[in-house]
């Protein structure tokens, strides 16, 4: 069982920039960051496969989000710059273990993580 608690959503003006920080209890092999827009279904923004340091962002933030992990206390970031008003959304942390690469990128696609976070709330006002 990994515990997850994210952190750092706020309200910010478009161009602006935020870090979203996720603590984890314990090592994930397997890290993403989703969010979900009210009336919109969950979608993968960021993936780390952190076995290989491999990461995969979705079309709509590549360029201008990361994701990033801290081996050292299996905390998983995502930095965003120039936000835009559609990223407004809940942002949500997830993992799993016993990933291949593969299997890891599935997961993504499918939304299919056995552990979340609580989220975090990101507005992004024009």
């Known amino acids: 069982q990994v515990q997850l608690v994210e952190s750092g959503g706020d309200s910010v003006q478009a161009g602006g920039s935020l870090r979203l920080s996720c603590r984890a209890s314990g090592y994930s092999d397997c890290m993403a960051w989703f969010r979900q827009a009210p009336g919109k279904e969950r979608e993968g923004v960021a993936l780390i496969y952190v076995t290989a340091g491999v990461t995969t962002t979705a079309d709509s933030v590549t360029g201008r989000f990361a994701i990033s992990v801290d081996n050292a206390t299996n905390n998983l970031y995502l930095q965003m710059n120039n936000l835009k008003p559609e990223d407004t959304a809940m942002y949500y942390c997830?993992?799993?273990?016993?990933?291949?690469?593969?299997?890891?990128?599935?997961?993504?696609?499918?939304?299919?993580?056995?552990?979340w976070g609580q989220g975090t709330q990101v507005t992004v006002s024009s």
């Open positions: 997830a993992a799993d273990t016993r990933s291949t690469a593969i299997s890891c990128y599935t997961r993504w696609t499918r939304t299919d993580f056995r552990f």
